[in-house]
């Protein structure tokens, strides 16, 4: 019971210590969403996607379409939005909920201006510290 009792206090304290992280890792995270709507508008998709986990474990699922693979969200992208359907992106609505000291979860808003027209829509993008640093690990748009 000790043993038990002892491990507890001890998994207290290193959770709230985590806890006082989670105000940097919120800001660290719009961060990256900041950056990666800039580098959208610059029509530099590398940028945009450096942040996504370079993997083929990757996810991305929206509608009712699932891909598997970094590559395979960066050819999605290529062939859906080159040229004329670039647009303006932009999130809002942003709600960053820490789970841990490595992962994290993002509720928001996109919005996509192109030409006259606007397409909008909800997204969750879960991250997780890795070595190279914060990485969307899956992104479910829709």
């Given amino acids: 019971m000790k ?12 959770n709230q210590a985590g806890s ?3 105000p940097y890792i919120k ?17 530099d998709l590398e940028g945009f996607m450096a942040y996504y986990w370079n993997s083929d474990e990757f996810t991305f699922q929206s509608g009712a379409n699932r891909l598997r693979g970094w590559k395979a969200l960066l050819e999605r992208y290529k062939k859906s939005y080159s040229g004329e359907n670039w647009g303006e992106l932009d999130f809002t609505d942003l709600e960053v909920n ?5 992962f994290a979860y993002v509720l928001g808003r996109w919005k996509l201006k192109i030409k006259d027209s606007l397409r909008e829509g909800v997204f969750t993008i879960i991250f997780k510290r890795l070595p190279e640093g914060w990485r969307i690990i ?4 829709s």
């Avoid at 800001?27 to 029509?43: D, Y």
């Avoid at 899956?138 to 748009?141: K, L």
């Fill in 3 to 14: 043993k038990w009792l002892v491990g507890f206090v001890v998994l207290m304290i290193v």
């Fill in 20 to 22: 006082s992280e989670s």
């Fill in 27 to 43: 800001g660290e995270l719009i961060g990256i969403l900041e950056l990666q709507k800039e580098s959208w508008n610059r029509q």
């Fill in 98 to 102: 820490v789970l841990s000291d490595d």
């Fill in 138 to 141: 899956h992104d479910h748009s």
